[in-house]
Nanobody, 120 residues
Framework: QVQLVESGGGLVQFGGSLNLSCAAS????????MGWYRQGPGDKRELVAA???????NYADSVKGRFTISRDNAKNTVYLQMNSLKPEDTAVYYC??????????????WGQGTQVTVSS
């Protein structure tokens, strides 16, 4: 079983910054890609940023240049530094981890979500 615990959400003003973190407890699993998704009211869940175990990153066009994803493999933790926040960034942010069991099966796990609200 894998558990993802997120932290760092909150209320921030337009132009402000927040740093999200997500720690994975994943004994007996290898963690491949980790990422952040978000879901605004009435919206579908969308990819914000992802990072492989090797450090390759991928960003949604809407956050390029403002958000930075990073990870600490030793701590099984992924971070999302969010700068120049806009009201349209308001959403529940979910951490995601793609893991492989010792038997080679692949699974995907989600965190519980953390609310990010940007006031105008």
């Amino acid at each position: 079983q894998v558990q993802l615990v997120e932290s760092g959400g909150g209320l921030v003003q337009f132009g402000g910054s927040l740093n999200l973190s997500c720690a994975a407890s994943a004994s007996s699993f290898s963690i491949n890609a980790m990422g952040w998704y978000r879901q605004g009211p009435g919206d579908k869940r969308e990819l914000v940023a992802a990072i492989t175990s090797g450090g390759s990153t991928n960003y949604a066009d809407s956050v390029k240049g403002r958000f930075t994803i990073s990870r600490d493999n030793a701590k099984n933790t992924v971070y999302l530094q969010m700068n120049s926040l806009k009201p349209e960034d308001t959403a529940v942010y979910y951490c995601n981890a793609q893991v492989v069991s010792s038997r080679g099966y692949e699974y995907r796990y989600w965190g519980q979500g953390t609310q990010v609200t940007v006031s105008s």
